[in-house]
């Protein structure tokens, strides 16, 4: 008599991702910038931090943070936009297994302006991995959105982020489409910031993303990135 045989179960590989805190700095002229009290999320053996950085405007040199460490640990820088007058948005990541509060420090390579971060901790991917795919948009004097269309893996995660120079007291908010907005905050009387996250059952090809502010930036940079899960 044969036996049937059946194909054991398997189960996709699933990432997630979890909005936990933004910070900002709002001193000139200053390279290293210590964020204080970072909320990191929960604990756990897969646990990955994503920081996003901005900043515009400051001292001559070079535009790029030569660092980014999360209670001491570095973490590894994913992706990079540059604008005009140094308006810059990264994306870095690392594993960290324990602890639920930060101290976050960003170390620019110059002299930077006013900084800003946003923080998500995502568990199933790998940061040392490549990206699932990578975007971004600037703007110049002007309220359009900014957007990029990305690949996303079944089972990934994908983040946005965007900074500005906008006008004195002028401090713009950021929707996204095809994110969930997760936050908004000013760096200074002259600059904002704003994220957005989304997890995705089903792999997506070509998804548009958009970030679109709610007032003139007279500059404007955002970033997007995609995941796989592992």
Known sequence: MLMPIYSPLVTPSVATIAYTDNKVSASASTAVRSFSSCDIGTASSDRVVIVAIGTGGGGSGTDDASGVTVNGTSLTKQFSRLHTDHLIGQFWAGTITSGTSATIVVTWSRSANATGIGVWAATGIDPSAS????????????????????????????????VN???????PTYSFTNLTTNFNSALDYARSQGGGSAAFASAQSGLTLTSTPNAQNNLGVTIFASWPPV
Do not use: F
């Not at 990206?131 to 996303?152: E, F, H, K, P």
């Not at 120079?165 to 401090?171: I, S, T």
């Open 131 to 162: 990206l699932t795919d990578s975007g971004s948009a600037v703007l110049t004097n002007s309220t359009s959105g900014m957007s990029a269309d990305l690949d996303i893996a079944a089972g990934g995660i994908a983040l946005g982020y965007s």
């Open 165 to 171: 120079l906008a006008g004195e007291d002028v401090n």
